[in-house]
């Protein structure tokens, strides 16, 4: 028994290392598309992008395809987490999902102090966080940053995840095909009849979760949509009669599968078309615009005053703990983090102004400047804070 213990924590220092590393070679794309967008490779690399390869566009087939797969793993972390997890318990939710529900109010508000008629749409660009690239930023702190913290931002991230994928699904859905929705429910119907009839081979599930991707890529619902959905019917429990280990479940062993493509080749992909913001040619007002600074400063101070002052009433109102060994300055740096809003924030963007580029270029100032800001200061607090806990180097 004492040895199954053990392998848990490794098994979440895995799932940490692979985020912490996958953040960083993410940083990198990121710098590399500002760097390619701002040098005469610029309009070959826009070209590529609206190239069509079949029927769709690269940046279709990465933004809607590739993206479903990094949508599949992030459906897999919240089922398993949800389930036997870091959110299995009502009270290891309560701290992280009061923290997610401050962190995604909160820079909406701040977004639409800023701005009014069309471009409001944008509002949830700056509520979501970038689990990799926070989690990348807090691994270079090392020992600095207490497990708990590590453990609540995690679970802050998956909560924030699942909302922005309700969010998507309400808020930024085009007109609606109903043949290909009810085709798309006759697939759901199926995988959960899979999941209840005991099927514990993954081939079927992922051969019918292409087609509930092409009928949801047909519906006008966002395609990605589709890999949150498939992941929720995928079983967690491993084959009955077999020893219930990590091997067995079929969820453990897609989610093994996904990690190192997902984090080193589909996010920084992702990454590479989504992040290179021409701003050579950019007029100098773009800077202050509503959106650019709506999305910069949602990220940068919504994001803070959403997650540690919830988190803080959550406290004092005695409906969660604080993190053990954290204090105050841990925080507010590790909700400073929370303001690294990458992935999610570029991939709403995306849907909040379809077709404007110029909106999509000032959103896309916002969140590299909010993020940047945000991973800046989170990694200065967290680095000065004052540490007291069991095996912390010292000075």
């Excluded at 600095?144 to 998507?168: E, K, Q, Y």
């Excluded at 701003?279 to 949602?298: I, K």
């Excluded at 002052?309 to 105050?328: E, K, Q």
Aim: contains cysteine; glycine residues 12%; aromatic residues 6%.
């Amino acid at each position: 028994m004492a040895q199954h213990h053990h392998a848990e924590p490794s098994a979440l220092r895995r799932f940490l290392a692979g985020q912490s590393s996958a953040g960083l070679v993410l940083m990198g794309t990121a710098v590399l598309a500002l760097v390619i967008a701002n040098s005469p490779l610029g309009p070959g690399y826009e070209a590529l992008l609206h190239t069509y390869a079949g029927p769709l566009s690269v940046e279709h087939w990465i933004n809607d395809g590739l993206m479903a797969v990094f949508f599949l793993l992030v459906g897999l972390e919240i089922k398993r987490e949800a389930l036997d997890g870091q959110l299995s318990t009502w009270s290891r939710r309560a701290l992280p999902g009061i923290a997610a529900a401050g962190g995604m109010a909160v820079p909406a508000l701040v977004y639409l102090a800023f701005n009014s008629g069309p471009t409001a749409h944008g509002w949830a660009i700056p509520a979501a966080t970038d689990i990799a690239f926070a989690l990348g930023v807090i691994s270079l702190l090392g020992k600095r940053v207490p497990a708990s913290l590590r453990v609540f931002l995690t679970a802050l991230a998956i909560i924030d995840d699942l909302g922005a994928v309700v969010i998507i699904a309400l808020f930024y859905t085009a007109g609606l095909s109903l043949p290909d929705l009810a085709g798309a429910a006759i697939v759901i119907a199926v995988l959960v009849g899979m999941n209840r009839l005991g099927v514990r081979r993954l081939t079927p599930y992922l051969l019918l979760g292409l087609v509930l991707w092409v009928l949801v890529l047909r519906s006008g619902v966002h395609a990605t949509l589709a890999g949150v959905i498939l992941a929720f019917t995928i079983p967690l429990q491993g084959t009955p009669g077999r020893p219930d280990n990590e091997h067995s479940s079929p969820l453990h062993r897609l989610e093994h599968v996904l990690h190192l493509p997902v984090g080193f080749l589909i996010v920084p992909i992702f990454g590479l078309a989504n992040a290179g913001v021409p701003f050579l040619g950019m007029p100098a007002e773009a800077l202050a615009a509503p959106v650019t600074l709506g999305v910069g400063l949602g990220l940068l101070v919504g994001k803070v005053v959403g997650v540690l002052g919830f988190s803080m009433l959550a406290i004092r109102l005695g409906l969660a703990d604080m993190p053990a060994y954290a204090g105050r300055l841990q925080m507010a740096g590790t909700a400073l983090l929370c303001g690294i809003g990458f992935t999610m924030s570029l991939f709403i963007t995306l849907l909040a102004f379809p077709g404007d580029p110029l909106l999509q270029a000032e959103a896309k100032i916002g969140i590299l400047g909010g993020s940047l800001l945000s991973g800046l200061l989170g990694y200065a607090l967290l680095r000065m804070a004052p540490r007291d806990w069991p095996g912390t180097p010292s000075r």
